[in-house]
């Protein structure tokens, strides 16, 4: 799993396409938003992540709980980007550990 911690003052983001594998945006999703003070987490999961979802989702929690604590972002985002690893996990692994 690799993690890219970004504290970002302001944050915005829109949805243009969705991806072969990409979900639908429902619940508190939302197609675009403009954030302020928000701690933006880029993902990758990586194939030695396959088979241990569980144990990589607890370990990414915490690193998330720590650094949530030092800096008392007003929102967090998890965004998905494999440009972090070019050893990427099956799609099917990624979305369950997203």
Avoid: C
Avoid at 68 to 88: F, R, W
């Amino acid at each position: 799993m690799r993690l890219l911690f970004i504290h970002s003052d302001p944050f915005s983001y829109r949805v243009t396409e969705k991806t072969q594998f990409g979900e639908p945006i429902t619940g508190d999703l939302r197609e675009s938003a403009q954030l302020e003070n928000a701690l933006v987490v880029f993902i990758a999961a990586e194939k030695p992540d396959e088979g241990y979802e569980d144990e990589v989702v607890e370990r990414v929690r915490d690193a998330i709980v720590e650094v949530n604590g030092k800096l008392s972002p007003s929102s967090i985002v998890l965004y998905p980007y494999a440009h972090l690893s070019n050893n990427l996990a099956s799609p099917s692994a990624a979305l369950k550990i997203l």
